[in-house]
């Protein structure tokens, strides 16, 4: 589904050039759940953006489903984001301004799906997320795990290919997040494609597969992955 | 409806402020009003500037003698009567030379006062602009009044009452007509009344004439003697009764034209028309009342001119106030009129005797000036505009600012730069829709306000155009910060707080 190959990222902070991410190659399948390990200032984050699109990389290439995608124009990086990834954030992220409705409803307003669609959408997400008596509640009115919830509504409302949770449990307490964990399981075991960055050893287990960031780089990685650089190294 | 939950996060931000949000209207409002109003005030400037060119005063061209212009207050025994020149009818033949000419007329500024009734009025009253400066100074200097020519006087005058009961004033005059008429329209030398001979119109000046009807209940109006053509050039005509005929200024009828507001207030029932109103020694016929015009005419008072009668008087300085008023039918003809005139008077009395004057050239001095005035206020407004967007701008980049977080989820959930940019100018429409609406009021409100002093307000074509104006410049000022929010790096939204 995803295959990054070399990639390198660096931020020019004025005099100085920080290199976040080097020489990077990593291929993520279809339905796969993926976690993300490593210290802090290792590059997870910087390569869930990359992951993403929040970013796009110094160099190196991003194929997603076959196609390279970093030179694409905004608007089709955005439609990217939009239609095919949700984002589940640490901090929920939601709009304190918006209804838990509202905050569903929004990323299908850049579908182009209709008020109504939206609407209906939006009511079944949040009661599958067991929210049915919140749907007009703003986020400051709800439990940081009925946040999180409205947060996975929110990232399923465009029916992604691609999941990617950045610590989702880091600010629930560990039976909320628990559940948490539980619902991505399930989204995990319909098909979706889970990429998680997490601290916890745990949470890793459930994933098919850990990679361990270092200073920027890939250090080590299960056998498959390992197989897959080998394979691609031999191209 | 189709209320996209984006439009719904930027209302709800801007109510979240709503301080902010508050001063920003504000600021908006002001300065679209500032510029509406500064905007419908040049329109204005120009519009008085067009519609005052083209009043007949702005056509004429006015010829006067230098004394009457200038020497008015000195004493007449101080001045050599016999460089002085008295402008008659005879000089309003020059108009004959140009063929671009309309009308002319000779108007004369005096101001006729009455007798009230009251106690206190026994005595001579002189005005500064008064014509008769001369006959009261004449007057003064020969106090033996012969008591029994006085009376007959007097009973001339009350003679003259019952014979000027008729509605037709030809036919009321004809009886003490002794001068042959003149239907030339040039002056002649014998065309005295019997009744205006010098030394009768001394001795009247000592006494006042009463009348029988009611006394006025205003002691003076302005008063200005004229030619019948005066009239024509003004383009005025009578609501009620007649106005006076050449004939009849050169037969020296006493017969008064009066202006709307003026018949209304000269006698208490305001009733006016063909009753008597006494000024020094004459009896005054009231023969005609003019339409209103809205302008200053509307107060004053119109009598047949007297230099057609007084041509023995001339050296005493008669008629002095006197100005031949040359009316052409198109303004752009008045340089080469003004120049045929001014030969022709030349020849006539020497080169630098008379004043030759238009007025249209005072006028567009001073509405350029008027012009100039609305321009700097126009450039003040479009400047206050100014710096009303810079201090908005600021404050939206200030907001862009601080909701790059926001804009940065956004983006995560598929916002493009392009739903960011137009996200961030719609926030900016609401705000000038307020600011627009509350900056329309501000701007009417100062149009009701000069409205108020008589004058049209602000032409709404104008101040709309402002409005117009200043929420595009705004717009183009609100685009800064809303393509500055547009770039915001989507990464952010990762960023742990």
Known sequence: MIRLENIEQKYDLGEQEVVALNNISLEIKEGEFVAIMGPSGSGKSTLLNLLGILDNPSAGKFYLEGHDITSLPDKEQARIRNKHFGFIFQSFNLFSELSAMENVMLPMSYAGVSFSDRKSRAKELLTQMGLSHRLNHLPTMMSGGEQQRVAIARALSNKPSLILADEPTGNLPTAKGQEILDILKGLHKQGTTIVMVTHNDEQAQMADRVIYMQDGSIQDSSKQDNKVLESQRGE | ?497
């Open chain 2, 1 to 497: 409806m189709n209320i996209k939950e984006d439009f719904i996060l930027s209302v709800r931000s801007l109510l979240a402020s709503p301080l902010e949000s508050m001063l920003l209207v504000l600021g908006l409002a002001l300065s679209i009003g500032a510029t509406a109003s500064g905007l419908g005030m040049f329109a204005k400037a120009n519009d008085a500037a067009k519609q005052l060119l083209q009043q007949v005063e702005y056509r004429e061209i006015l010829v006067s003698s230098k004394q009457s212009s200038s020497e008015m207050n000195v004493p007449i025994t101080l001045q050599s009567t016999d460089e002085t020149v008295t402008l008659s009818v005879i000089d309003l033949e020059a108009a004959l030379l140009s063929p671009n000419i309309e009308f002319a007329y000779l108007s004369d500024r005096t101001r006729l006062r009455f007798n009230t009734g009251n106690a206190g009025f026994g005595g001579f009253r002189r005005g500064a602009g008064d014509n008769n400066n001369a006959a009261d100074n004449n007057n003064r200097n020969t106090p033996n009044p012969n008591p029994d020519e006085t009376q007959s006087n007097r009973q001339s005058t009350f003679s003259l009452n019952e014979t000027n009961t008729g509605s037709e004033h030809g036919q009321r005059n004809s009886d003490r007509q002794t001068a042959p008429e003149n239907t030339q329209g040039t002056q002649n030398e014998n065309a005295q009344n019997e009744n205006e001979s010098p030394n009768q119109r001394f001795r009247a000046d000592f006494e006042f004439a009463t009348t029988d009807g009611p006394a006025p209940i205003i002691d003076s109006l302005p008063a200005y003697e004229v030619t019948p053509e005066f009239f024509s050039a003004m383009n005025l005509s009578v609501q009620k009764g007649g106005l006076f005929t050449r004939q009849e200024m050169q037969q020296g009828a006493k017969v008064l034209v009066l202006g709307s507001k003026a018949a209304a207030s000269l006698f208490e029932d305001g009733v006016a028309l063909n009753r008597e109103v006494a000024s020094f020694d004459n009896i005054f016929s009231i023969v005609g009342v003019l339409h209103e015009t809205n302008t200053p005419i509307d107060y004053n008072a119109y009598r047949p001119s007297q230099v057609a009668t007084q041509n023995a008087f001339r050296f005493a300085g008669f008629g002095w106030g006197a100005k031949l008023q040359f009316t052409v039918h198109d303004a752009v003809d008045l340089t080469q009129a003004q120049a045929q005139l001014t030969q022709y008077f030349n020849t006539q009395y020497g080169e630098n005797v008379l004043n030759i004057q238009v007025p249209r050239e005072a006028a567009k001095a001073a509405s350029n000036r008027s012009e100039k005035i609305a321009i700097i206020t126009l450039v003040l407004a479009l400047s206050g505009l100014l710096i009303a967007n810079v201090n908005v701008s600021n404050i939206l980049y200030s907001r862009a600012l601080r909701r790059r977080k926001q804009v940065g989820i956004l983006k995560a959930l598929g916002a493009s730069k392009n739903n960011i940019f137009i996200m961030f100018l719609k926030e900016s429409a609401v705000l000038l829709v307020f600011g627009g609406l509350i900056g329309v009021f501000i701007a009417l409100g100062f149009s009701s306000l000069i409205a108020l002093e008589g004058q049209s307000g602000l032409p709404l074509y104008a101040v709309l155009l402002g409005v117009l104006m200043s929420c595009l410049i705004t717009l183009v000022f609100t685009l800064i910060p809303a393509i500055q929010a547009s770039k915001t790096a989507p990464a952010i939204a990762m960023r742990v707080e």
